[in-house]
C-alpha cells in the first residue's frame, strides 16, 4: 500500500467523490484507510451514569484504499505514487510531477 498515515489524500468515487483529508489511520490488511471528515457515520449512545443524556457520537468509518488518490504536493491535484530506490532507501514519487513525497 503506497498510502501512510498523515497524507494528503482526495476520494475519486462514492459518495465523498472530491472531497479532500488526511489520512488518520491505515490498515493495510484490510486495504482500507480512514481519511478525516470523510465517512462519517452517527453513533447514537445510549444513556448510562457518566453520561445520564446519552449522546450521539460521530465516528470516521474507513473506506477502501482504491478510492483515494494521493494529492501531488507540486500540482495539488491527484496523482500515482511509484517507489524508486536510492541508496538502500524506498522514496516515494508523484508520477506526474516526478516530486518526491516523503
Known amino acids: 500500500m503506497k498510502?501512510?498515515?498523515?497524507?494528503?489524500?482526495?476520494?475519486?468515487s462514492g459518495g465523498d467523490k472530491g472531497v479532500e483529508g488526511i489520512?488518520?489511520?491505515v490498515y493495510p490488511k484490510l486495504n482500507?484507510?480512514?481519511?478525516?471528515?470523510?465517512?462519517?457515520?452517527?453513533?447514537?449512545?445510549k444513556p448510562s451514569q457518566q453520561t445520564p443524556e446519552g449522546s450521539?457520537?460521530?465516528m470516521y468509518v474507513p473506506i477502501d484504499a482504491s478510492?483515494?488518490?494521493l494529492v501531488d504536493p507540486k500540482t495539488k491535484k491527484p496523482t500515482r505514487v511509484k517507489i524508486v530506490r536510492e541508496k538502500d532507501q524506498k522514496i516515494r514519487v508523484s508520477k506526474k510531477s516526478g516530486t518526491k513525497i516523503d
Open 3 to 12: 498510502i501512510k498515515k498523515g497524507d494528503k489524500v482526495i476520494v475519486i
Open 23 to 25: 489520512v488518520q489511520a
Open 32 to 45: 482500507k484507510v480512514v481519511v478525516e471528515g470523510v465517512n462519517v457515520h452517527k453513533r447514537h449512545r
Open 56 to 58: 450521539i457520537v460521530e
Open 67 to 69: 478510492n483515494v488518490q
